[in-house]
């Protein structure tokens, strides 16, 4: 190979590495300013916001609010900020206006407990707050906290009207009835990171009016029971509702009506499609339908004891008489009555 040759190859040689390198650097400075851009972060304090949509009356528990990094201009006193607030004191509190998931929480959007028309932020929109007395047995071990959906069972015991048995049963009349308080709490305790169960007397519901005169005659009628609903029940009982078309959508509704329409509707409690058991159900040895309430009728010594039944002759009647005998008539035949000084006997007259 001449001199030549050799001098064009290595030039040519520089050239493309010089190329490669001016390049490289071409790439590395277009794709430096989108790796900025998708590294930058709000600077700032982090503020309490909605996990999920929130509507009015919403108890706030533990993973329905958390705290997020917020851009410090847009930060306002009304926000809670970690480090200042204590969020054990937000658990159990109340939602007063609604808030949209990603929306921070205001202190004046919510009401504590102990605050004035607390209960009353509680409810939803024409419903009713009821208390029921409940106990270790009928309040599922103390397992039921505020904010958790509950089904309500009646148990009574039937009397016949005669000597028969009675029945015995135990009906599902509400279903999906969210619980307000247990006593005078409407929060849940927290204890190293645990939720501490507790015994409680009470229960305060909420119900339609219609439900709350239910549960006012249950009381009187036989024992209340509470029944812990999952929280998978709302979802799929709602899947059910839209499918068969008892809950229609709202036709143009934006994405958040939507999920809190469909929010409300699982929430909401109903009366419908209750189911019951009875002893017989349970038990061979109980009765399965309900006894009669009217007494048999009273039954003729003759249906008894057959036709040949003898009814009991009548008292003989005697007629008085200053005489010493006097003729008796009886059902038998006729006697006479002898007066021997004080002493009166009565003497069959015929006969064999």
Aim: proline share 6%.
């Amino acid at each position: 190979m001449d001199k030549k040759k050799l001098m064009l190859l290595l030039g040519a040689l520089v050239i493309a590495i010089g190329t490669a390198m001016a390049a490289r650097s071409l790439f590395i400075g277009a794709s430096a300013p989108t790796a900025d851009a998708a590294s930058q972060v709000p600077k700032g304090p982090k503020v309490l916001v909605a996990q999920r949509a929130l509507p009015v009356g919403t108890i706030v528990t533990a993973d329905s609010v958390a705290f997020q990094l917020w851009p410090k201009e847009m930060v306002q006193d009304a926000y809670f900020i970690d480090g200042e607030a204590d969020m054990n004191k937000l658990l159990g509190t109340v939602v007063r206006y609604p808030i949209t998931a990603g929306q921070p929480v205001t202190q004046g959007g919510l009401v504590a407990p102990g605050d004035r028309g607390f209960l009353a932020a509680a409810l939803g929109a024409g419903m009713r707050a009821v208390t029921i007395p409940v106990s270790a047995k009928t309040g599922v071990g103390g397992f039921v906290f505020p904010g958790d959906h509950v089904d309500l069972l009646l148990t009574q015991t039937v009397p016949a009207a005669d000597t028969g048995q009675p029945l015995k049963a135990t009906e599902t009349f509400l279903r999906n009835v969210r619980v307000l308080a247990t006593d005078q709490s409407t929060e849940t305790t927290v204890e190293e990171g645990k939720t501490v169960v507790r015994a409680f007397q009470t229960v305060t519901l909420e119900v339609t009016p219609k439900m709350a005169e239910k549960i006012q005659v249950a009381e009187t009628v036989g024992t209340l029971s509470l029944a812990l609903r999952s929280l998978a029940d709302n979802q799929g009982e709602l899947d059910q509702a839209i499918a068969s078309g008892t809950v229609k959508v709202p036709v143009g509704a934006t994405k958040d009506q939507e999920a809190k329409f469909l929010a409300d509707a699982a929430n909401r409690p109903t009366d419908a499609g209750t189911t019951f058991v009875t002893g017989g159900d349970v038990s061979r040895f109980q009765r399965r339908s309900a006894p009669s309430q009217e007494p048999k009728p009273l039954q003729s010594m003759s249906s008894l004891y057959g036709q040949n039944y003898n009814r009991p002759s009548p008292m003989p009647s005697y007629s008085r008489s200053s005489g010493a005998v006097t003729s008796v008539s009886t059902g038998s035949g006729n006697v006479v009555r002898v007066t021997r000084g004080k002493t009166t006997t009565a003497e069959p007259v015929g006969g064999n």
